[in-house]
């Protein structure tokens, strides 16, 4: 599988459709070839440990040879992130208004959209610092709308950022010359936020560069999942995100006579068509349906036996 040559994997899809299973199996093939690889997962409803059969947990844990798995906690991630926070304020904000910027900031952890930053956050650190541990990095994320989100983060934050940035300056001359005769004057904030500006920067050319990093969407042959894989395509399109591979799972097999099984098969294939006619332009790996739960290691290898190039 040509995407097996990219040092960062992310693979989305609609929740259901094998996104863990195909993440795990791409895993576990670049271990097999010898390639130190993290298994990482961005999905609240984590199946990696199920899968390996292992605890699998919040510390990169070492599951098979060559193979590691980490299953991020959106909640714990919050809570670090906010300490961070307060962390960067302290010495900046006086300490009169202290207790109701922590509070404040411990409002914010509930808001919508706090899990997604702190997740942010810690993606960005594991493709920035933690990456250099290892050869590979497959990234299980949680279904299409919150992989989008995820994916287009450098960019919107970037761009946030840019425009507090502009703010900050603009307030910090004024404040130079009303108050230090134009002097310039140290703002650790405008420090902090010149930093996480670098970081994201960073984080989003590694992710734009198609030499290092691949996405992959898996669906099933049915109508809603190759719908929402065609706008999902098209939306990570809009921030220069190019998927190029589709693992088509659950593919119906050719060895049943069942009148049932005749006609689902008949359903199937239109679907099967119209996924090869609307994504002619990606690579596709078709996966059969098994009879039985992707539940262990042996058959997990058996599941990864189809995502090799004919």
Request: glycine share 6%.
């Amino acid at each position: 599988m040509e995407i097996l040559h990219k040092k960062i994997i992310f693979v989305g899809g609609k929740g259901g459709v094998g996104k863990s299973t195909s993440s795990a199996a791409l895993a576990l093939q670049s271990a097999q070839k010898g390639y130190k690889t993290l298994l990482i997962s961005t999905d609240p409803a984590h199946n990696i440990g199920h899968i390996f059969e292992r605890k699998v947990g919040g510390e990169t844990t070492k599951i098979a040879d060559h193979l590691y798995a980490l299953e991020i906690d959106p909640e714990k991630e919050t809570k670090k992130y906010i300490k961070t926070v307060k962390e960067n304020i302290q010495g900046v904000v006086q300490p009169t208004m202290m207790e109701e910027v922590h509070r404040q900031l411990d409002t914010a952890q509930a808001s919508p959209g706090a899990d997604e930053a702190a997740l942010f956050d810690k993606l960005i650190t594991i493709i920035l610092e933690e990456s250099a541990d290892f050869d590979k990095l497959v990234f299980d994320t949680a279904p299409t709308g919150h992989t989008i989100r995820l994916l287009s983060l450098p960019e919107l934050m970037g761009i946030w950022i840019q425009g507090l940035l502009e703010k900050r300056h603009k307030t910090k001359e004024n404040y130079a010359k009303l108050l230090h005769d134009g002097e310039p004057i140290d703002d650790p904030i405008f420090e902090v936020l010149k930093e996480r500006q670098a970081r994201f920067k960073q984080a989003r050319e590694i992710m734009l560069d198609d030499k290092q990093t691949g996405f992959i969407f898996v669906l099933n042959p049915e109508q809603l999942p190759i719908l929402e894989t065609k706008n999902a395509i098209r939306m990570l399109d809009k921030y220069h995100l190019h998927v190029k591979t589709l693992i088509v799972n659950r593919v119906l097999p050719n060895d049943d006579e069942g009148e049932f099984f005749k006609q689902r098969k008949k359903h199937e294939q239109k679907y099967v068509e119209k996924i090869q006619q609307t994504f002619s332009d990606k690579q596709l790996f078709f996966v059969p349906f098994f009879s039985h739960d992707i539940i262990n290691v042996q058959q997990l290898e058996k599941f990864s036996t189809y995502l090799v190039e004919s």
